[in-house]
């Protein structure tokens, strides 16, 4: 391996543990309301921002956008939902299954500012949250 590469290799490594660490302090240190169910998973994300609206795309393939929740609460999008088996494959051997299967419900960040509205579309596996921005 070239040393750039290794040095490549290092600084994703570095980034991809820094965000898991975020994630796991997230889920231990914020207080959940009784009545709402533990999650058992969060779904990563990416957080754009164009002039116009705030996009957040998560990784929850064959979840319909539709039956995702998603709020915004105390500058955070919320989005939250439910990750099932297709019927086909409950009867099926299963080898391997890495994809997280349950209960999801995520917390984001947002960048300061106001929304309007909140839509919802699936591109390519993703679900997409589009916050549009109200003009200050």
Not at 54 to 73: F, H, K, L, T, Y
Not at 112 to 123: D, H
Request: with cysteine.
């Amino acid at each position: 391996m070239a040393k750039n590469d290794q040095r490549d290799w290092m600084w994703s490594e570095a980034l991809h543990m820094l965000a898991r660490a975020e994630r796991m302090h997230q889920q231990v240190f914020q207080p959940r309301a009784a009545s709402r169910p533990r999650p058992t998973w969060e779904p990563p994300v990416d957080v754009l921002e164009t002039k116009d609206a705030v996009i957040v795309i998560a990784g929850v393939p064959g979840v319909d956008a539709e039956s995702a929740q998603a709020v915004i609460e105390s500058g955070a999008l919320h989005i939250s939902g439910e990750r099932r088996l297709p019927d086909e494959l409950r009867s099926a051997e299963i080898h391997r299954m890495e994809l997280p299967q349950g209960r999801f419900e995520r917390r984001i960040p947002l960048p300061p500012g106001r929304y309007a509205a909140i839509a919802r579309f699936e591109v390519h596996g993703c679900l997409v949250f589009k916050l549009t921005k109200v003009a200050a």
